[in-house]
């Protein structure tokens, strides 16, 4: 029996012996006297009449149809709004802590589907948003939380995910200048294998570039993030020159990004170690410092590319102190992103003989204690 017939079923039989219950205790009416049998005991002789069954009040099936009536209404989800009344509904929010109604709004915009995505693309053409506050939150594929209605738009058009809502999000960012339009953009679609995004990202990726120049340097970091990971994933011509130019960015006084700097490393060891040079000139000791911190961020960049590296680089000329700074920042593991464990381990070995051959050369104490202690770390790992 469905749960709607049973609710239903129960409040009728609850309203049924309420009127039998009012109708047996009715002024005038005696109750009916207990006896120890069920059956109604007629005197020798008499009669009795049939018993007529208790009709019930008049108002009773109207009540029985409204209560219907409710639970139907309560069982149909409420007819969906117009576009233009869930767009106005988003628009409207104003305050961050509202997230209830953000993420209903999200959903309801979503289910419209491809119905919606013109208003949406002619919004984030229009340069449109509503600052909600928070940090751009992102687990897996999923949004955490929205801190801006134009994440929110560009989320949803993922979601609806169609050709035209994809040719239609590619539309409204194009020549967009608001970084942050980037970053979301590249973190969101940053595992796609859609042919019609992989080309038009590609193509705004200049244009990203371009715009970390001028954006905040607090900010910039999770746009040179997102770009640097997609350009990671994806192959194309010239991603080595938008890559160090991103680098060379990123070592500016004050910016904090350094995971373009170790992706520039795994393409192309020799424009690292110019970039190096580069930097080391414009801010000295500091530069070099700035420089071996980023190897810091290079879980996944191919030990053999960071043997041949710093093999250029200290080729050049290092003064004790700044071979100190690398030595102290090697990464001790090989790089699991490179499979199978065979072409993995090779990779590493590369590493381990150029730090072998340091520490031959190294003539100063505590430079042979810090290489021979790289040397056992990354040996240990190797053995496992």
């Known amino acids: 029996m469905r749960p709607r017939t049973v609710i239903l079923t129960s409040v009728v039989l609850s309203v049924l012996a309420s009127a ?59 007819a969906p709004r117009s576009k233009e009344e869930a767009l106005a509904t988003a628009l409207a929010i104003e305050q961050g802590g509202r997230q209830l109604a953000i993420k209903d709004s999200f959903l309801e915009l979503v289910a419209l589907g491809n119905d919606v995505v013109p208003e949406i693309v002619a919004l984030l053409k229009s340069g449109r948003d509503q600052d909600w506050g928070g940090a751009f939150s992102l687990s897996g594929n999923v949004v955490g939380g929205y801190p801006r209605l134009r994440t929110l738009l560009i989320d949803v058009l993922r979601q609806i995910g169609t050709p035209e809502a994809h040719q239609g999000l590619l539309d409204g960012l194009r020549g967009s200048e608001d970084a942050t339009d980037y970053r979301d953009l590249f973190m969101l679609f940053r595992t796609t294998t859609d042919a019609t995004m992989v080309n038009g990202m590609n193509a705004m990726l200049a244009a990203a570039v371009r715009e970390l120049k001028g954006e905040d340097p607090k900010k910039a970091f999770m746009v040179a993030y997102g770009v640097a990971d997609w350009i990671q994933r994806h192959e194309f011509e010239g991603r080595t020159d938008l890559v160090e130019e991103m680098a060379r960015i990123g070592f500016e006084p004050g910016r904090m990004d350094r995971t373009s700097f170790a992706l520039l490393v795994s393409l192309s060891p020799e424009r690292a170690a110019d970039l190096t040079r580069e930097v080391r000139e414009k801010r000295g000791d500091d530069g070099v410092y700035a420089v071996a911190s980023a190897l810091g961020m290079a879980q996944d960049m191919p030990r053999a590319r960071l043997a041949r590296y710093l093999d250029i680089l200290f080729s050049s000329g290092l003064s004790e102190s700044e071979r100190l700074a690398f030595y102290s920042r090697v990464p001790g593991t090989p790089c699991e992103s490179i499979q199978p464990a065979s072409a993995r381990a090779a990779d590493a070995q590369a590493l381990l003989d150029f730090l072998r051959r340091r520490l031959a050369e190294e003539t100063t104490e505590i430079a042979r204690q810090r290489l021979a202690h790289a040397v056992e770390t990354l040996e240990a790992a190797l053995r496992q």
């Not at 009012?22 to 005038?28: E, F, R, Y």
């Not at 007629?42 to 149809?65: F, K, N, Q, T, W």
Request: charged letters at 20%.
């Open 20 to 78: 039998v219950t009012t109708m047996l205790l009715a002024p005038g009416r005696a109750p009916a006297p207990r006896t120890a049998s069920t059956e109604r005991v007629a005197p020798p002789g008499i009669d009795m009449p049939p018993v007529a069954a208790a009709s019930p009040p008049p108002a009773l099936e109207e009540r029985v149809r409204r209560i219907e009536a409710r639970l139907d209404a309560q069982g149909v989800a409420a």
